[in-house]
């Protein structure tokens, strides 16, 4: 039966070649089963370091794809040689026009590995293949949720534990050179900051009250994708279907900068300030969450956040069935989250997908709230760290909140409360040193910039030095063994940690023994020792000074 029977009674016969000219119309303009000219591969080099990644390019001589996002896929599969593992990757086309292609591989662990990797256009295809050597440089690794005391963290590569102490830079990446991000990271570091949540999508407005504006240094208007009006904040005109490669080759550099530095970024997909986004669950969102994991999941030191304020623009069964999807997408299975606006029960905690919560709550009664966290964890039979990470940011004073309510000494503060209570938190910095408006050397918790004049993580830094002279992750909340709402951290006969933050001082119900201890300024980090501690009751002279301050008990 010829194609005018098929077609008969339904379409006029005036119609059918209309039809066919289309139809050689379409292929002579969208050639996707049509084949480059050649494709060639670089070699693995012969030795990585665990944790660090193996690329692999395949350069692409002629590309005809008619989207190379869409049309071509560069596909691997990575093998430990000894049978111990063996993952299926994905790689990602890394220009415009299909001309190069990169797929990444993390190994896990010291040892040979063997590798095959295939570039495919229609029915073209073409193959690689190799071996290469990890040895062991004692990298940090993967971060872990600790399976001995699942309410911590642990690195992957070396067993470490990870005192969580974030900040926010939403806009990071709208700084146009990389000596700014790059600055900002590392500043970030020697304050010990060890976490920066950073938004790959995602646009803001001026209507914080804080100093800043955009300019050629800096923006909020970040494009993932390519823009037909890049700077216009509502109405962009993003292409979803393909990706602006430049941007996320920016996001490379950073991202390679952190690791050096130790720090662990996460990166949180979008935002809901503009609501201009990919449809849910459709294809452009599903191709742009893949093109990150792809890009980014080689990266060790990273974590993946389904979106701020998420609950605002995403109900929870998007957020479980595409955590769901997330996992199964990224091949070492990175820790992820979510992070409600409304409420931290809007949170997928049971799931697999979800490593650690991370909501928002503003309340000056953190000690408590997170006390709370923590049960509701424990009732799914499932345990995992609590995080709050975002509380307050410094000098910001929203609506509801009463001016002083986040100076940087009442958030400083706050923190000691929230990790006294066994959980993390993630703080802003100010914005009010500006940027592209006088002095123009801040930008705080909105791009991650600072200067000398911002102390508020100095003040974190001595929490972070008590909490990490001692075995933090064995301890947990023991009110009930301190009076005054004092507030205790325990791994009883072992370890007492007591934060006073009234000062004053402290009945301590201890197990029988002699114990060390010694005196801590949450303000200064002054240390003072004192004589041996007797168990089984302990009544401590009053704390040297004013303002708060903690005590440590450690069993001789």
Known sequence: MNLHQLMQPFVPAKWILVALVAISIGTLTRPILAAPASVTYSVAPAQVKAYDFVEITAKVTTPDAANPFEDATLTGS??????SGKWNVNG???SMDGSVFRIRFMPPRAGDYKYSVTYQQGKFQKRSSGT?????????G????DPKYPWHFIWEGTGQHFFFNGTTAFWLMGWTDDHTIEYSIARLHRLKVNRIRVTLAGRTNLYYGEPIMIGK??????????AKDPNDFLHPGFDYSRLNVSYWQKWDRMLRFAQEQN???SIVFDMNDNKVHPAAGSADEYRFMQYAVNRFAAFSNI????GDDLDAYRDEKWTHDTGMLLERWDPYRHLATSHPAISMLHQDRAS??????????WSRKQHALMLESRKLQEKTGRIIPQTNEEYGYEDHYPLWATPGSDSADVLRRTAWDIVMAGAYQTAGETVRRGTNIWPDTGGGWMNGRGDDTMTMFLGYGHMVDFMTSFDWWKTNPHDELVDNGNYCLAEPGKIYAIYLPQGGKVTIHLQPGRYRAHWFSALSGQQIPLPDVDGPVWTSPEVPGRYDWALLLEAE
């Open 78 to 83: 990575f093998e430990a040689t000894d049978g």
């Open 92 to 94: 990602f086309c890394d």
């Open 132 to 140: 290469f050597h990890a040895f062991n440089a004692s990298l940090p």
């Open 142 to 145: 993967i971060l872990r949720v």
């Open 217 to 226: 240094n800096w923006t909020f208007d970040l494009n993932p994708w390519p």
């Open 263 to 265: 720090m662990n970024i």
């Open 303 to 306: 974590t993946w956040d389904l």
């Open 352 to 361: 697999s997908w979800f490593g650690f919560t991370s909501y928002q709550e």
